[in-house]
């Protein structure tokens, strides 16, 4: 494809990592382009009045990776740095994390360029609702799916379950996931990418001979992937000795409080001005020594010149491309870190969205128990197809990951065949 309109370095690094991808599996170069590039985009602007009475017009993004196996599904994101690249970037990978993890989904991802703490919660409805508003030619319960991601939350979802229910003139639950159970969300939803990444690190230190009970994490990022993972090491017995969020990281070798960490949060929105350990840099934070280090904020947070410098024994990427490609040939070259790759590590998330929309559509509900533990068998299988993969081809963790779930996307296409 000689288009340019994705052009991004996230993009460049989503790309580059399919190739290699589709190298290992030799795949029929007819093929290729079909399967990798991004089968539609939307940008709309979507104006807003400020509580001041000026109006504001903000971008928004949505790409659909691909339309082969299902609708497509993927998070919605509000930060100041999105753009159509890096929304074009997490698509794909959704689209190889739902083919890894079997659920009948394409990928995609949206986003809108804004700072969500600089809107009031009536400006934040107004922009929601106007982006569902915007969208709805696009989506469907049966074409695209959004759930939240970085800056978006349960709250944002009713709206935009609203907008889109006010539309067709009925309830209709299954247009979004991540919702507040009272909407229509699933039990589980709210911790399943943070508790399963976490369970998927307690599988590795099992086969890498750690006890929970004796190991240390270290989290990049305090949202809801971060902090639900924290909770959940803090009950296997694994000591959180770090945690950062965009105001900045704390440390302490000793353990941090979680609890308090979580209800200064909710007072105060962010962890500026807790006093919980020592105060570092984000940068620093991911250097200090720790079994597990779990990014669990933006991307390409691990890039060539700390590569060398993190100390830890595992490194879960919670976070949708934390690692960039030059620092993936260092941890490879130095081969004391073992990588649990994001395709992997965070796909709980859309698993237990997966049960949500399931639920929606038959107007059903499961316990929490059950949404967690049929989590845990997905995730388990995951694992195992993944380490077999690793071994089939002699290649990294994350291509075992990404060429099982690219493959599937590519048979797909084949059988489906090429309408003329
Ligand atoms: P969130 O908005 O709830 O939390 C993000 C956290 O990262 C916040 O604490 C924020 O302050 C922090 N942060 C932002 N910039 C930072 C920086 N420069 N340094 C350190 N911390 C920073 O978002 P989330 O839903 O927890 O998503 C986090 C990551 O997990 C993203 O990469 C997202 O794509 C990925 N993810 C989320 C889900 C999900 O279900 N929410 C599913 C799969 C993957």
């Given amino acids: ?34 399967v990798k590039t ?8 979507c104006p807003i009045e400020l509580d001041t009475g000026e109006i504001v017009v903000y971008e928004g993004f949505r790409v659909q990776h691909h339309l082969s196996m299902g609708p497509t599904k993927g998070g919605l994101r509000f930060h100041p740095k999105v ?121 590795y230190m099992q086969d890498l001979g750690i006890a929970p009970q004796s190991a240390t994490v270290i989290i990049q990022g305090f949202g809801n ?17 770090g945690i950062s969020d965009v105001s900045g990281a704390f440390f302490n070798p000793k353990g941090l409080d979680i609890e308090d960490a979580l209800e200064h949060v909710a007072k105060n929105r962010s962890l500026a001005g807790w006093n919980g350990g020592d105060s570092l840099s984000n940068e620093e934070l991911l250097e200090q020594p720790c079994d597990l280090l779990m ?6 947070v691990i890039h060539a010149e700390n590569a060398s410098k993190i100390q830890c024994r595992i490194l879960c990427e919670a976070a949708n491309g934390p690692t960039t490609n030059e620092a993936d040939a260092i941890l490879l070259e130095r081969g004391d870190v073992l990588v649990i ?23 059903t509900f499961w316990t929490r128990d059950e949404v967690l533990s049929k989590l845990y068998v997905i995730l388990e299988r995951a694992k195992t197809k993944v380490e077999k993969q690793k071994q089939r081809y002699g290649c990294s963790r994350r291509e075992a990951a990404l060429s099982l779930g690219i493959s599937k996307v590519a048979e797909a296409k084949r059988l489906r065949g090429l309408f003329p």
């Fill in 225 to 241: 992937v971060g902090s639900e993972a924290a909770k959940a090491f803090v009950e296997y017995g694994t000591k959180v000795i």
């Fill in 295 to 300: 990014p669990a904020a933006l991307e390409r």
């Fill in 341 to 363: 790759p994001d395709v992997l590590c965070n796909s709980g998330g859309v698993i237990v969205s997966y049960f949500e929309w399931v639920q929606d559509l038959q107007s």
């Fill in 83 to 203: 753009d159509l690249g890096e929304v074009a970037a997490l698509a794909m990978w959704m689209s190889w994390k739902c083919a890894l993890v079997d659920l009948p989904y394409g990928g995609a991802k949206g986003g809108i360029a804004v700072d969500p703490h600089t809107l009031s919660a009536n400006e934040l409805e107004h922009l929601s609702r106007r982006y569902m508003q915007e969208m709805i030619p696009f989506v469907g319960t049966n074409v695209d799916v959004m759930a939240p991601d970085m800056g978006t939350n349960e709250q944002i979802m009713a709206w935009m379950m609203d907008t889109y229910s006010s539309y067709v003139g009925s309830s209709a639950p299954a247009i979004v996931t991540g919702k507040p159970i009272g909407a229509g969300g699933s039990e589980g939803r709210r911790e399943a990418t943070g508790r399963g990444a976490a369970y998927l690190a307690r599988t």
């Fill in 38 to 45: 991004p089968k539609r985009c939307m940008i709309v602007s």
């Fill in 1 to 34: 494809m000689n288009s340019n309109i994705y052009k991004s370095t996230v993009f460049d690094m989503a790309c580059l990592q399919f190739d290699r991808a589709a190298d290992i599996l030799q795949m029929d170069h007819r093929l290729r382009e079909r």
